[in-house]
Structures are given as structure tokens and as C-alpha cells.
């Protein structure tokens, strides 16, 4: 991704699962790829025997980075700080009126499944009101498969809430070549 951009200076790049390096050794790689959650809640933290096989453990172990949690916590702050502003200058308190004059922040997803392994990271980021979202696919079957796999993350209602009418917070566009 970051060779599509000339001028880097003003963006702002978390490699949440690590970046790849064809110059260091398989110990120093840190590629995360790792499955989803299997078991049932009341026992994720009671068998730990594959820990080390989901994405969670990976960043961590990995020290992939997580810059994007630092981002989240700035994108509610500045929301929750305007919302009392407005909330305190006026009694009439309208919240579509506050997300629609919010300092919105964009995020831009490339070339990612947005699968249900990432769901963590993926609701993190994508379930801000003052987050507008463009997610790129190569073709339709492409789309097809990142919707499916959306309605997994955040669930069928947010999904069309946030891609239509006043609320759209996410759209799908077309990758040029």
C-alpha cells in the first residue's frame, strides 16, 4: 500500500499484521496469519492449547503494533468532547445534526477479506459515527465476498444502516488498476 501513495508525510500507516520484509530470517518475520476464535465463550480462556494460532495472540507475540487502538481512542474522544460542546451551548439536542457537523475521519481498507478473524480491529474502527469508511474490492464476486464477511463482523442491521440513506458511514468502490 504504501508504494500507491507519492506523498507518505501525511499518512498515518498501522501494519496490524505485520509488513513484509523478503530480507529477514523466519524467526524475525512478523507476519500474523491466524484463525478465528473456535470456541465457545465461556471457554476461550480455560483451553488455551492453540492460543498461538489466532490472530489476537500473533500481534501481540509479534509486536505488530497497534497504533490503530491510539487512533479509536482519539476518534471517540474528539465525537464525545463535540457532543458535550453542542450538547452544553444548546438544550435542543439533536444527535443526527451533531454526527453531520462532527470532525468525520476516514479510513480506507485495501485488498482485505474484511474476515471475521479481524472482527476486533474491523468493529474498532468501523463503528464510529465520525468514521466514514471506503472499503476497495477488484470486482463484483470480490464485493460479494467482503459484504458477506461484514454482515459477520457487525451484523446485518448496522451493515444497511451504515451503507444507505443519512447514516451511511461506509461505501464499497471499485479498485482502478
Not at 481498507?109 to 477488484?138: A, E, K, M, P
Request: glycine share 6%; hydrophobic share 35%; with cysteine.
Amino acid at each position: 500500500m504504501e508504494r500507491v501513495y507519492i506523498d507518505k508525510s501525511n499518512m498515518d500507516i498501522d501494519f496490524i499484521h505485520g509488513k513484509a520484509n523478503k530480507d529477514l530470517e523466519i524467526e524475525k518475520n512478523n507476519m500474523v496469519l491466524g484463525i478465528d476464535e473456535f470456541l465457545p465463550a465461556e471457554k476461550q480462556n480455560i483451553n488455551v492449547e492453540f492460543v498461538e494460532f489466532k490472530k489476537f495472540y500473533q500481534r501481540i507475540y509479534k509486536e505488530t503494533g497497534c497504533k490503530y487502538k491510539n487512533w479509536v481512542d482519539e476518534i471517540k474522544s474528539e465525537h464525545s468532547l463535540y457532543v458535550k460542546k453542542i450538547a452544553k451551548a444548546n438544550f435542543l439536542y439533536d444527535e443526527a445534526m451533531i454526527c453531520k457537523n462532527c470532525k468525520k475521519h476516514n479510513l480506507y481498507i485495501f485488498g482485505h477479506s474484511l474476515d471475521v478473524t479481524d472482527g476486533d480491529i474491523l468493529r474498532d474502527l468501523i463503528l464510529n459515527d465520525n468514521v466514514s469508511t471506503t472499503i476497495f474490492y477488484h470486482n463484483k464476486e470480490n464485493m460479494g465476498k467482503q459484504i458477506t464477511n461484514l454482515v459477520k463482523v457487525v451484523g446485518e442491521n448496522e451493515l444497511i444502516g451504515r451503507t444507505g440513506g443519512s447514516t451511511r458511514t461506509i461505501k464499497f468502490k471499485l479498485q482502478k488498476n
